[in-house]
């Protein structure tokens, strides 16, 4: 039976994880993998949540089975979190944000498997790949110029006008992964409109929120597609914003047109992970509604988050400086217009190899950097190896 089994690609961001390891090169860069790091280069545990984790530690007395959806308190908080006050919601614990775009996806299918699915082009690669896992159609839509790093605001509207009732529009809250170019309000509220008038219903994958602007700011294009439409599906992870990777926290959360489709959506959702798995990770999502619930956890993780943010746009600034002064131009500006962890460079693949080759810094093969990989001694070599590549 087994030998029937299609062989799956290598994964490109592990196979450049070994290509790294392999690298004896002491002044190597890592910027491919998109996990948050501080100035010491380490992926530390948030203060509050090490804090939450002593006190869950303590208290806990149990470990039998919590609700299937998810705990109730988790569920609550990161329902006010992401969508502030919304009455007609479900919401499903899920493992990661992963779990929350792969259930949101089976969702859809199952209320509608005609529905296409619109997802920019690029997107997180993942996204195609559990769409095609689901036997999905997935529509790309132009989202990001090349020649200006931003979003292509004309080739978006283009391609939304070919939406039709029942698609479904599959968008980055914010920090968008792998471009780093986010909608401006005007924009938001625009796709809003559109998607809205075509009868077509938003997906949002919310993995960085926090790491853009606040909290506020980065849910604000979220609550713009929510509040715009009738029905609005979002894709949460606690991964980054909360560091709390590998315990695999997120949510997926619908909002419904009224009361009797939410009790349908909750139901199903509920199904969802019965069947996948039955009751979703506990462990990380208490320590996440641990911190969101107390008021004192709460003020400390949002300095930490905000930290976080400072880090990363310290090193943009670095960066942009360093690139002006050694090319006398500000067409690398954009990297401060970018938000969350990522910007894209828009090199060639022979440009990104040869980048790897003579100053050992890697990115993926799309020139996806993740900004919080470079340590600050680390921005004249990447600068000068952008320029040496002819970016
Ligand atoms: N969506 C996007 C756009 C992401 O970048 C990620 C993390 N790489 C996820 C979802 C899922 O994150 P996780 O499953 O680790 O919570």
Request: net charge negative; hydrophobic share 45%.
């Amino acid at each position: 039976m087994l030998e029937n089994l299609p062989k799956q690609a290598p994964d490109g961001i592990l196979h450049l994880m070994e290509q790294l390891r392999a690298d004896p090169r002491a002044e190597k860069v890592d910027l491919g993998v998109g996990v948050y790091r501080d100035a010491t280069g380490a992926t530390p545990i948030m203060r509050a949540v090490r804090q939450a984790g002593r006190r869950l530690w303590e208290a806990e007395t149990t470990k039998t089975y919590t609700a299937l959806a998810g705990d109730a308190a988790f569920l609550a908080a990161v329902r006010a979190l992401v969508l502030g006050d919304a009455p007609e919601t479900a919401a499903i614990a899920t493992p990661g944000g992963t779990g929350a775009v792969r259930l949101g996806l089976e969702l859809v299918r199952m209320a509608n498997p005609e529905a296409r699915v619109f997802v920019s082009d690029p997107t997180w690669p993942n996204h195609l790949s559990i769409l095609a896992h689901l036997g999905m159609e997935a529509v790309p839509f132009r989202y990001f110029d090349a020649g200006t790093q931003d979003v292509d605001r004309d080739g978006l509207r283009g391609d939304l006008a070919a939406l039709r009732e029942g698609d479904v529009v599959l968008l980055h809250g914010c920090c968008h992964n792998p471009t780093g170019a986010d909608p401006d309000t005007d924009l938001w509220e625009e796709v809003a409109r559109i998607i809205r008038a075509a009868g077509a219903i938003p997906m949002i994958d919310l993995a960085y929120l926090g790491l853009g602007d606040g909290i506020e700011e980065d849910a604000a294009g979220t609550r713009a597609l929510v509040s715009a439409c009738p029905e609005a599906l979002v894709a949460l992870s606690c991964s980054k914003n909360f560091g709390l990777y590998r315990e695999r926290v997120g949510a997926l959360i619908v909002s419904a047109a009224d009361d009797m489709a939410a009790e349908l959506a909750q139901g199903a959702m509920t199904h969802l992970n019965r069947q996948a798995y039955s009751f979703p990770p506990d462990h990380g999502a208490r320590l996440a509604a641990m911190v969101l619930d107390d008021p004192a956890l709460r003020a400390e993780w949002l300095t930490e988050l905000g930290e976080m943010r400072a880090q990363v746009k310290g090193l943009r600034t670095a960066l942009v400086e360093e690139l002006r002064a050694r090319t006398s131009s500000g067409r690398f500006d954009y990297i401060t217009r970018h938000r969350g962890m990522f910007s894209m460079l828009g090199a060639s693949p022979a440009q990104v190899t040869q980048m790897r080759e003579t100053h050992g810094i890697y990115m993926t093969r799309d020139s996806r950097i993740n900004i919080a990989g470079l340590g600050a001694r680390d921005v004249p070599r990447l600068a000068a190896a952008m320029v040496e590549a002819g970016l």
